[in-house]
């Protein structure tokens, strides 16, 4: 008999990310259809809007410059904020990786697509053909119009591309999920509707629209005439003699940029922008949503959903790791049905669903102060072994060595060559043996006779203040308030190791903040514990209480202590004591002090069945901000 195998996480979470990213679709081929009309030919009244036409072809050929940044945001997508110490670490580590690269390829192909279709849709009064008309009898030349708008096209992908990876568009904020002072909840939370994201989004995005397509506007003719108008004819006047008979004319020294064409990519330039900005938005609403299925948990369709949800928990991809640890926090506040059935599953493998699911959120917890103490002690990479080191002898230019015995008086020497070896070896010996080193005469320069006389130019040259700001402690001093000073400039501001950069990436882990997996694991296994008291008919829950506690009291002990003891970095030259302040870092030691202010309360008077004794509760009471309490 065939061993039915438990449905993975994927399997549930990837359908549903299909239908957000189908949602997302739908609201972006409205932005395209608005610009198809705009940007098409409006000879016809009824065909140039009617949506079975031109319109509509035009659409659905816009709609693939979106698709390619819809592509881009499916391969690169993650959750949590990126955790390096400074934005020049960020430069140095993703500069060279194959997501800059797949980012600005997407992006260009994106550019170039766009402009393909604006330029077969443009009406033939714009002049944007391949070959400039003419008089009948001249020769047909290359236009240089539509290579300049493609070259303006080409600069706005590298732009918005250089922006999307400073900006982290990649990223996926999961919303935070605050501690609530009742964990188990009747109904479901709402979240705000996708559309009414997007509309929050509207004061900014034309505004950041519009300046970066007036500033191209502006900068385009400069860039172009100096970097790329020769290299952009040379391309285009090879693919254009593939198709027409055109003349390899030259450059003129100074191109002609009229009026219309800079309008027109001002325009043209604002909607390419305008369809990047709002498929990255629409995408960033859309995917967040709730793990969810007809107001049930995404693996409630499963034919094992707890073993479904495990594997999510156990994943090693991000995404699905994330979702999941969400619909545990879900299912550990909402779904009675489901947290009766995570406290009777006792006959796993693997052993009880219980016990999985505490190690599995505990882990997430408990490597806060793995994290940390990495930090706080660094492990020194080890260093290769060393090849071995092979010496080549040099040629021989003495005797051999003596065989016979050394200690009995040499013999008489016979020939010249022996007599000068008994008198340099004479000379080597009464250096070796000489209790006193050989002077030399670099000695002499130790003297305070050679001292005054190396001293005498400086003082007869220099005044006292000039020697004292030649010293090597003044320029050393010097140097460094240069370089602070640097620090404080926009210039040196990417260098700066930053007090909150650094406490988050020793709290919430890298490359990626862990947030959302520390918080939900944090706020189920609170709001499980507490419901057990009345859903656990085993009473397996309430034997793992004290370890939940004492985890609790350690972890926030731990970031207590870290970040009020954890000195600011030298280049962090703007620093307060304000700055400890650190609002991820204090949602964690929020969501840790509310879960165990809930044990406490629940769990304290049982404290002494459970094996805990009462200096462990006063110590957990006072960790949680609960002195008055009795």
Known sequence: MAVSRTPLYRQFLTPALHRRFTGAALIALVICYAEAVLIGEKSSLFWFWFPIGPAGIRTLLLFISVLSIFVLRVAQLHLGTRTTASPFQTFSQYLLRLNTLQTLAWYLFSAWWFSEVYMWSAPESADLGWISRGMDWERKRLNERPIYLRSVYFMLALLQATLHLYYDYDNVKLPVTTAKKEP?????????????????????????????????????????????????????LYFAE?????????????????????????????????????????????????????????????????????????????????????????????????????????????GSAWNSIMTLCLGNILNISNRIQEFQNPVPASAPPRPPITIETLPRISAPLRQENILSNPPNPKNRREKIEQSFGTIAKSYGQSPQPPSTPLKYLDSPTAKKYIDYPRQKLLTQGQQ???????????????????????????????????????????????????????????????????????????????????????TISKIESFVGGLPPHWTDVEFSESDRRVEEVDLVVASLKDGLQGLVNTFGKYATELGMDVGEIRTAKTIAGMEGDE
């Open 468 to 554: 004292e700001r030649l010293s090597p402690q003044s320029l050393y001093a010097r140097y460094n308030q240069e370089l602070l000073s640097f620090l404080r400039t926009p210039i040196g501001n990417p260098f700066r190791q930053t007090f909150k950069r650094r406490v988050c990436s020793a709290v919430l882990g890298k490359p990626h903040s862990e947030l959302n997996l520390i918080i939900d694991s944090t706020n189920s296994l609170s709001a499980l514990a507490l419901a057990s008291l009345t859903e656990d008919p085993y009473g397996r829950v309430a034997k793992d209480v004290p370890l939940l506690i004492r985890a609790y009291v350690s």
């Open 242 to 350: 593939l198709l027409w008979d055109v003349p390899a004319s030259r450059l003129s020294y100074i191109p002609s940029h009229h009026i219309s064409i800079v309008i027109r990519s001002l325009t043209s330039g604002a909607f390419l922008i305008t369809l990047w900005e709002f498929s990255n938005a629409i995408f960033s609403a859309y995917v967040p949503r709730e793990p969810l299925k007809k107001e049930q948990p995404l693996t409630s369709e499963s034919r094992d959903p707890i073993g479904s949800l495990l594997n999510g928990l156990k994943s090693k991809r991000e995404v699905a790791r994330g979702f999941a640890f969400w619909e545990l926090l879900y299912i550990s506040q909402c779904f009675e049905a489901r947290r009766k059935a995570i406290f009777t599953d006792i006959d796993r493998p693997t």
């Open 184 to 236: 188990i909840a009747q109904q479901v939370p709402k979240m705000e509707h996708p559309i009414f994201q997007v509309k929050a989004m509207l004061p900014t995005l034309p505004r950041n629209i519009g300046v970066r397509a007036a500033g191209m506007s502006v900068l385009g003719p400069f860039v172009y005439t100096l970097f790329l108008r020769r290299t952009a004819w040379n391309y285009s």
